[in-house]
């Protein structure tokens, strides 16, 4: 089985350390990627929803593969067979993601974000000013269907072909729309749409600053 595994950064070096990675069960193919090696179009949209095309779309421009690993620039490669047993615990299921370690919904993660605006956070302002947060949580709050319990956290995480099936329509082409309809903030998209998908997932051990495949 063939493995992608991508970071990206646009606008600031990559930081993280990847190591390559042994395996005698997968093809497993290190992709880094960034200004010098991708166009950034930078006259077409910002670098942070830029970034989200390699990390919710590398399957656009590498179809041929069974797996698809995302990791942020931020988290480097913990070992040599950290890809591998990634791959492994997610055997049974389409996808794995790491549970958020400090809130439990959407609607929390949407409030907490709008109070740090108000507040005049740099740091979330930079991010999120302008961004229709409120306007993305009304959406989901009206469908009768949601069932808000439940937050995850989108440094780390990898999916199945399978997920994408459907080249048309699929989890990975629809949470992009959301980022660029709604905002980049991809965290309060994720879980809405893999209700809706109904994707076969399961969460991984540990939390995505502090795990065994990763680290910070």
């Known amino acids: 089985m063939k493995v992608l595994v991508t970071t990206a950064s646009f606008s600031s070096p990559l930081y993280s350390t990847w190591i390559p990675q042994e395996s005698n069960k997968y093809d497993i193919t290190l992709n880094r990627i960034s200004d010098q090696s991708d166009s950034a179009r930078p006259l077409a949209m910002h670098p942070r929803l830029r970034a989200k095309m390699p990390k919710m779309l590398s399957w656009e421009e590498y179809p041929d593969y069974d797996y698809y690993i995302w990791i942020d620039s931020s988290f480097s490669i913990r070992e040599i067979t950290s890809i591998e047993r990634m791959v492994d615990y997610c ?11 400090g809130r439990n919904s959407i609607n929390e993660e949407a409030n907490f974000v709008l109070d740090l605006i ?17 306007e993305q949580l009304k959406y989901y709050n009206q469908d009768k ?53 109904k994707t076969n997932y399961k969460l991984f051990k540990g939390n995505v600053y502090n795990n065994e495949y990763t680290k910070y």
């Open 145 to 197: 269907d949601w069932n808000d319990n439940f937050l995850i956290e989108c440094g780390t995480f990898i999916y199945s072909s399978n997920v994408i099936k459907d080249k048309n329509h699929n989890l990975m082409k629809e949470w992009f729309y959301h980022n660029c309809l709604w905002s980049v903030q991809d965290q309060l998209s994720l879980p809405y749409l893999l209700q809706k998908f």
């Open 91 to 101: 055997i049974g299921a389409d996808a794995c993601f790491f549970k958020h370690s």
């Open 118 to 134: 108000k507040e005049g956070n740099d740091y979330i302002l930079n991010r999120y000013s302008g961004e229709k947060i409120e």
